[in-house]
């Protein structure tokens, strides 16, 4: 896959050096550069207090990184990991997209907070901000999972154009290095067959995916997410891809993650591709 550059998000909690443990445990066969993130905002303080406050927190913030970078390194005792601490102040979304364009990342790795899948990634404050505002693949990763592979990886499809085979490439990457069966998720109503447009669609993600194995899995539900919660809670893939768009699919699992009808399976990890 050549060289990876890694944004790791770190807030020094448990749940994100268990999503970085897991970043690193998926790219320790392949070259890897990390870039450990912290980024802090001030409290709420008058401007005269403003600029002392700053100072000590991006202070403390460095000096958290260094003693996160140790225990980082500690977990990988026999491995030299390329890593790189950065400590930014400022918004968490724009922070991350002005390091990625400088640095050129390849992916972001962050964990979720809690263990309510798909629901918390939507409805967690900061990784849902960083989600539909980041221009990087993440990958989010929920609380206490640990990478075992990537044998199946699910891909969400609602049969919408994708405009290119370069939106895919993060999930194809993964799917070439660890020899992945690619699992094409369609929900459809059950009398409900697939119009010209979609069949078509279908044969473009077919013919994007040669060379790797792949193969459609067919879900009948009247809701697209009770659809794909059941797809994942029978047949547990080791990775969920989704495309996050601003009609279709993103919009109905937002609305439905809000109202709290349904939260997805707690375990999987979500890679999410930009449209």
Excluded at 52 to 73: N, P
Excluded at 98 to 114: F, R, S
Excluded at 183 to 208: C, F
């Amino acid at each position: 896959m050549g060289l990876k550059r890694i944004i790791l998000p770190t807030d020094f909690s448990k749940n994100a050096r268990n999503a970085i443990k897991y970043a690193i445990d998926v790219f320790k066969d392949q070259e890897a550069e990390y870039f450990l993130l912290n980024i802090y905002r001030e409290p709420h303080a008058t401007s005269s207090s403003l600029v002392s406050i700053v100072d000590i927190l991006q202070k403390s913030s460095e000096e958290s990184l260094v003693r996160e970078e140790k225990k980082i390194r500690d977990l990988f005792p026999s491995m030299n990991l390329n890593m790189e601490t950065v400590s930014a102040y400022g918004d968490t979304t724009l922070q991350i997209n002005k390091l990625a364009q400088e640095k050129e990342v390849d992916y972001i790795i962050m964990g979720t907070k809690g263990a309510s899948g798909l629901k918390e990634v939507i409805l967690g404050s900061v990784t849902a901000d960083v989600i539909q505002g980041v221009k990087v693949p993440l990958i989010a990763v929920p609380d206490r999972c640990a990478f075992t592979g990537f044998e199946r990886i699910g891909f969400a499809a609602d049969l919408k154009e994708i405009r290119s085979k370069e939106n895919l490439n993060p999930m194809l990457d993964l799917a070439e290095a660890f020899g992945s069966t690619i699992e094409i998720i369609t929900v459809q109503r059950e009398v409900e067959q697939p119009s010209e447009e979609e069949a078509m669609v279908g044969y473009d993600i077919h013919e994007m995916l040669r060379g790797i194995q792949h193969k459609f899995v067919r879900r009948e539900s009247n809701e697209v997410i009770k659809g794909i919660e059941g797809y994942m809670s029978e047949t547990n893939p080791d990775l969920m891809v989704l495309i996050p768009r601003k009609t279709s699919l993103w919009d109905r699992l937002v609305k439905i993650s809000v109202t709290k009808k349904v939260a997805l399976h707690a375990d999987t990890p979500l890679l999410i591709l930009q449209d």
